[in-house]
């Protein structure tokens, strides 16, 4: 029960961890795991974009997942302003 907490407070670290559990008590042990560790460092503060658009040119997508969040932040402003005042039908 106390590694299931642990694990909902710290889900990104419980990723890096290899756990083994005995049979025959309730101990553990546990180590980190270097290599995830590496591969997780390796990816800090970049962007992975998944699409279904097979245009190759990088740049374009990119610039169409800009104008994407432009569009959201609009529509967010537009809700806001929306809710200032009541609206009678």
């Known amino acids: ?34 290599e995830k560790l590496r591969r997780a460092r390796r990816r800090e503060g970049r962007y992975l974009l998944r699409t279904n658009l097979t245009d190759d040119d990088q740049a374009r997508l990119w610039g169409l997942y800009l104008q994407r969040v432009s569009v959201e932040q609009a ?4 809700k806001g302003d929306l809710a200032i005042r009541p609206i009678f039908h």
């Open 1 to 34: 029960m106390r590694l299931g907490v642990a694990r909902n407070q710290a889900r990104t670290a419980w990723r890096l961890l290899a756990i083994e559990l005995a049979v025959d008590s309730a101990a553990f042990t546990y180590r980190l795991d270097r």
């Open 75 to 78: 529509f967010r402003n537009l």
